[in-house]
Structures are given as C-alpha cells and as structure tokens.
C-alpha cells in the first residue's frame, strides 16, 4: 500500500541481527503489525504492538516504534535460515482495515 | 480448528471464463476480508465483511469483481468474465477482535 513502505529486500548472516524498517502515513494508526509470509504459504502474524508504546519485545523479536516520526522496526536476533520469508508492515486505524507494505523479502545466508 | 480455508489452491483459467474462489473463515469469526497480492501492487483489501454483511467494497477493482457471503461459514470471491491482468494471488482472512486477523493459504490464480 502506498501509505506503508518498507524496503524490498535485506540479506543477513546466519547468527546474526536482521533489523527491517517501515514507514508509515496514517497518524491515527492504533495498530502496527508484523506479518511473515513463507513460499506459498498466507500471512502469519508475527508481533503486533499497539500505538501507546514505545518498544515491545517477544523471544527474538523486539519491535520499536517512533510514533513522532512514523517509524516501525522489526529486529531479529540470531537470525537462522528458517526465518527466509517475505515480512510485512501493516498499519490499522479504528476500523478492521489493515494497510500491508509491499513487504520484505529477508534472505538468510549460512 | 482447521484455520482459514481457501479452495482451490491453484485455478488456470482462460480470459473471458468465470473463476470462483471460496473460503470458509474460522468458526466465531464474524470478519471476513479478501485480498489480492501482486508483484505490482502488493497486498490490496478488495472487500470485507462483518456478519455477512459487505462493509466496505472499495477496493473491488471494477463490476467484474463481485464477492458474497450467503452465510457465517461461506464466501465467494467471482470474477466474470475473467482477464490475464486479474492473476494473482487472492487470500481470504478472518477475526473476532480487531487485533489479529488469520489468513488461509491463498488462492493462485493464473488467467491466460
């Protein structure tokens, strides 16, 4: 979606950190979401975190959000092969509406 | 629960066809969303529902696109008549809360 962009692509050593940046218009977004799609699979929910906050962290991924500056990040600590995949930024506002970024492609090299 | 359920998986079709996709949502969610994912234009909402009912359509490209939802356990996304530039591939989501929305597997559609 135009009103969320992400950079398309990001390559990373095994073990290491993976951070993925989005952008995002809509100032009365109530919701940010991380979802993570694998080769011809849906979207997986990843993480979400609500627009009150500031950081939230669950096992290896901490999510930061800058509300002042409309930016949301995704940090993956020890990154492994498994986590390939295509991850996506989307915003929600106060309807069930989600706005998804043109996504991530994260490519894990040993 | 078995999650959402798209059918079919994979629909090859020739232009001027019609091409029905189906989705059963999670039993108790009373949302129901269809999307289209391309190369070009990313993940676009198309339309979504709540208690069978269409809320916002404004994402349905043109009157080609239609989609129902006769009832709490079924929809339809059609395309009539169906052209090259309508492949892609078309997932349907469902929720309860406005937190978390469960995608299926999506549908791959091929037009040629």
């Known amino acids: 979606g135009e009103d969320v962009e992400q950079s398309l692509f990001l390559s990373v050593r095994e073990g290491d950190s993976s951070v993925i940046n989005c952008t995002y218009t809509?100032?009365?977004?109530?919701?940010l979401y991380w979802y993570k799609q694998e080769p011809g699979a849906g979207l997986q929910l990843l993480t979400y975190?609500?627009?009150?906050?500031d950081m939230k962290q669950d096992q290896r991924l901490t999510v930061l959000l800058n509300k002042k500056d409309k930016h949301l990040s995704l940090r993956i600590a020890d990154t492994q092969t498994g986590d390939s995949a295509i991850y996506f930024c989307?915003?929600?506002?106060?309807?069930?509406?989600?706005?998804f970024g043109a996504g991530t492609t994260v490519t894990v090299r040993a | 629960d078995a999650g959402v359920i798209q059918s079919p998986r994979h629909e090859v079709t020739e232009m001027g066809q019609e091409v029905t996709l189906r989705c059963k949502p999670i039993?108790?969610?009373?949302?129901l969303f269809w999307y289209r994912q391309t190369m070009m234009r990313g993940l676009e909402l198309l339309i979504y529902?709540?208690?069978?009912?269409?809320?916002?359509d404004s994402g349905m490209p043109e009157d080609r696109f239609s989609a129902k939802m006769p009832n709490a356990s079924f929809s339809t996304l059609k395309i009539q008549p169906s052209e090259p530039r309508d492949s892609a591939v078309y997932f349907c989501?469902?929720?309860?809360?406005?937190?978390?929305?469960?995608f299926g597997q999506g549908t791959r559609l091929t037009v040629v």
């Open positions: 989307a915003e929600r506002a106060n309807d069930y509406k989600l706005s």
């Open positions: 975190i609500f627009s009150n906050m």
């Open positions: 529902f709540n208690n069978n009912v269409p809320i916002d």
């Open positions: 989501a469902s929720t309860k809360t406005p937190i978390e929305a469960f």
């Open positions: 809509d100032s009365s977004s109530t919701y």
């Open positions: 039993s108790g969610h009373d949302y």
